[in-house]
């Protein structure tokens, strides 16, 4: 997993990254209003096993210590993720290995992520914000469960170049003679999806680069 800022930005979605002003969001869009029944919570569990817990350091009583893995991120309310880069690349993998893509007017800062299923009347969404005083991002909403088909049989448009890149890093370096081709057989295969072979090529060529900068820049 390559540790940059790129943040997953593809030629199909770098739109929704504009950074926002948090001083024209409206409350509601941070609140969950759906009414709910006596003694139910509005709130609805994703697959996971509960939001981990976070420690705090002997060095800095503001720093936490969360544990995440961007393999398989625990995508369920409380949740802590390190940073809002963490948490793009987190949210993104859970979508593409749940075959869901996010609806158009997703907004996302430094501070926050807010989105919503593409699916027309599919129930799902997501808030995220930073805590005060550290950089730990939290799942404050989590609403429902998706109740749309998945979008696993068609070309994924919610894998892009970054996403390509990390998944393939470990890959490439133990087989450095792979092409395009091999990337997006591998990628296709490992996570049951369509894709582009323009989004295998540059996510191997991406994968390809880092590793070499990386090499070049021990010397």
């Not at 907004?107 to 599919?122: E, I, M, N, S």
């Not at 448009?157 to 996403?163: H, I, V």
């Not at 003679?177 to 191997?204: M, N, P």
Request: charged share 30%.
């Amino acid at each position: 997993m390559f540790d940059n800022d790129e943040e997953y930005v593809g030629v199909d979605d770098e739109h929704i990254y504009v950074p926002q002003n948090s001083e024209n969001v409206q409350a509601s869009e941070y609140t969950d209003h759906t009414p709910t029944e006596p003694g139910q919570s509005s709130q609805s569990d994703a697959v996971g096993d509960g939001a981990p817990e976070a420690q705090v350091t002997d060095e800095d009583p503001q720093v936490l210590n969360v544990i995440h893995d961007p393999e398989n991120p625990n995508i369920v309310k409380d949740a802590l993720f390190p940073d809002i880069v963490a948490f793009r690349k987190a949210i993104r993998h859970y979508a593409i290995k749940n075959g869901f893509s996010f609806a158009p007017g997703l907004k996302t800062d430094p501070t926050r992520f807010l989105a919503k299923c593409a699916v027309d009347g599919c129930p799902w969404r997501i808030h995220a914000s930073k805590l005060p005083g550290c950089k730990v991002i939290k799942i404050k909403v989590l609403h429902a469960k998706h109740n749309c088909p998945s979008t696993k049989l068609h070309e994924n448009k919610m894998a892009t170049q970054g996403w390509c890149a990390d998944r393939l890093a470990d890959w490439v370096k133990q087989n450095p003679r792979k092409k395009a081709k091999d990337a997006k057989e591998k990628l296709e295969q490992d996570y049951d999806i369509k894709l582009k072979y323009s989004k295998a090529w540059s996510g191997l060529k991406s994968a390809l680069e880092q590793i070499h900068g990386k090499y070049e820049e021990s010397f």
